[in-house]
Nanobody
Framework: VQLQASGGGLVQAGGSLRLSCAAS????????MGWYRQAPGQQRDWVAS???????NHADSVKGRFTISRDNAKNTVYLQMNSLKPEDTAVYYC?????????WGQGTEVTVSS
C-alpha cells in the first residue's frame, strides 16, 4: 500500500488542522492505521492509532485534543487536531500495518506558532 499524507501547515496556538492520509489499494479496510510525529532532533513518537474495526487510541499528550478517524470508502485516515500547542510542531507521518508488514507515508509538516 502507498500512503500520501497532506493537510499540514502553519497555524497559531489554539488553532486546528486536519491531516489526511490517502491510501492506494483495495485492502485499506484491513489495515490498522496510525499517526506518528517527529520534532526536530527528536525521535519519532506515536500519536494515535485506529484498528481495522475502528477502535482508537491516542497518546496522553494529545488525548482530548486530537482525534483519529478513518473512511474506508475513501481509503483515507484523518487526524483532527484541535487546541494546537507549539509543542505539537513536528513532521507528522501516517503508517499502515497489516500482519507483519508496515508501510509509511511521507511526512506532512505542522508548525504551531505561539
Amino acid at each position: 500500500v502507498q500512503l500520501q499524507a497532506s493537510g499540514g501547515g502553519l497555524v497559531q496556538a489554539g488553532g486546528s488542522l486536519r491531516l489526511s492520509c490517502a491510501a492506494s489499494g483495495s485492502t485499506f479496510s484491513r489495515y490498522a492505521m496510525g499517526w506518528y510525529r517527529q520534532a526536530p532532533g527528536q525521535q519519532r513518537d506515536w500519536v494515535a492509532s485506529i484498528t481495522s474495526g475502528g477502535s482508537t487510541n491516542h497518546a496522553d499528550s494529545v488525548k482530548g485534543r486530537f482525534t483519529i478517524s478513518r473512511d474506508n470508502a475513501k481509503n483515507t485516515v484523518y487526524l483532527q487536531m484541535n487546541s494546537l500547542k507549539p509543542e505539537d510542531t513536528a513532521v507528522y507521518y501516517c503508517s499502515g500495518r497489516r500482519l507483519s508488514s508496515v508501510y509509511w507515508g511521507q511526512g506532512t509538516e505542522v508548525t504551531v506558532s505561539s
